[in-house]
């Protein structure tokens, strides 16, 4: 992949952040890249690399990734695997499924099965049917506004009380879905620590077969990426 880009002109390093991520400094053109190193790499912030990371399944496991549209987390989980397993990656819009899809051809992945599911639903079908499973929760952003400078003017503090019970709710149904020895990671892209860090402790004041292994709050002005909470939990 080096040797490529160096071809290409692109003016690159190797993250900090994330183990698998390489951060260009210099580009030709998207165009560019994508005609010559099409299928070979997938764009998303350091931070975000994090969570399949934290997750590290291992080749012929089943991982479950509950919100997983577009794909980047979910075909990092796969590529991680070595493409052998399964990873099934559920969103609850039906028109974003195709794009997860899209994104595990592209990337000549073959172990990724798409689900329309509402996370906030349990799924008996699932119950601990699943040795790693991914919660990238819905949440306010707060941690990417360095990108999306116009989203700040549409924030509103009433907004932010939604998200916890939201995230709660769907953590619990996760939690049900890993098997004994399991590993859960919930993340976010966000800086609140009322979705970060108390939802974690509040779900394993409720779950005590979970344990908390770590967990890692990213900040913007201090590490150079965008804002991003995770935290690994372990089942009994």
Request: hydrophobic share 40%; proline share 4%; with cysteine.
């Amino acid at each position: 992949m080096g040797e490529g880009l160096q071809k290409l002109g692109v003016e690159f390093s190797l993250s900090k952040v994330a183990r698998d991520g390489i951060v260009c400094s210099r580009i030709p053109s998207m165009k560019v890249l994508q005609q010559e190193l099409g299928g070979k790499f997938y764009i998303q912030d350091e931070s975000s690399m994090l969570a399949a990371e934290w997750l590290a399944p291992r080749s012929g496991e089943r991982a479950l990734d509950l919100c997983a549209a577009p794909g980047g987390k979910t075909t990092h989980l796969a590529q991680l695997m070595g493409n052998r397993g399964e990873v099934v990656a559920c969103d609850v819009h039906p028109h974003k499924l195709p794009l997860i899809e899209a994104n595990a051809r592209n990337l000549g992945i073959g172990i990724i099965r798409t689900e329309l599911n509402d996370a906030t639903k349990l799924r008996e079908d699932f119950l601990e049917g699943f040795d790693r499973v991914l919660v990238d929760a819905p949440c306010s952003g707060m941690g990417v506004l360095r990108r999306r400078a116009e989203a700040r003017w549409f924030k509103k503090r009433e907004d932010l009380k939604r998200f916890p019970p939201l995230q709660s709710g769907i953590l619990a149904n996760a939690a049900r879905y890993v098997k004994g020895g399991g590993v859960l990671v919930y993340s976010t892209c966000t800086i609140e620590q009322s979705e970060n860090h108390y939802v974690v402790a509040k779900f394993l004041e409720e779950q005590p077969q979970f344990h908390l292994q770590e967990e890692k709050q990213l900040l913007p002005q201090r590490d150079g990426v965008d804002g991003f909470y995770l935290a690994r939990l372990t089942k009994d």
